[in-house]
């Protein structure tokens, strides 16, 4: 079942990658860094019951990047990056966050 997912989300997914303009990077900020415990504190206060398990500590970037706009337009867009600080597991996990509304 997992192959077969696998497979669904990168069918779905290569298209938007080809056909997709993607933007400049423009800047890239550390901002911190989360143990495990506090990022539990904030999932528990936003996910209650249903939150996962946090198990490594990670490391925060604010990075502000161009995008293309509902309109076609360039404009500024800004997020978070959250990756494993573990060794083991940095490389296939990263986690982008975007505030644009």
Same mark, same amino acid.
């Given at each position: 079942?997992?192959? +077969?997912?696998?497979? $669904?989300? &990168?069918?779905?997914? &290569?298209?938007?990658?080809?056909?997709?303009?993607? *933007? %400049?990077?423009? $800047?890239? %900020?550390?901002?911190?860094?989360?143990?495990?415990?506090?990022?539990?504190?904030? &999932?528990? $206060?936003?996910?209650? $019951?249903?939150?996962?398990y946090a198990e490594h500590e990670v490391a925060l970037? +604010?990075? !502000?990047?161009?995008?293309?706009?509902?309109?076609? %337009?360039?404009?500024? /867009?800004? *997020?978070? !990056? /959250?990756?494993? &600080?573990?060794?083991?597991? /940095?490389?296939?996990?990263?986690?982008?966050?975007? *505030?644009? *509304?």
């Open positions: 079942m997992k192959n +077969k997912w696998n497979f $669904s989300f &990168l069918t779905l997914l &290569l298209p938007a990658l080809i056909f997709s303009d993607c *933007g %400049e990077i423009i $800047s890239t %900020e550390y901002m911190d860094s989360m143990t495990p415990s506090e990022i539990q504190y904030y &999932l528990d $206060s936003f996910l209650s $019951s249903v939150s996962p970037y +604010k990075i !502000i990047y161009e995008t293309i706009d509902p309109f076609g %337009e360039i404009t500024e /867009a800004s *997020g978070t !990056i /959250a990756y494993l &600080l573990d060794p083991n597991y /940095a490389q296939s996990s990263i986690w982008h966050c975007s *505030g644009t *509304g």
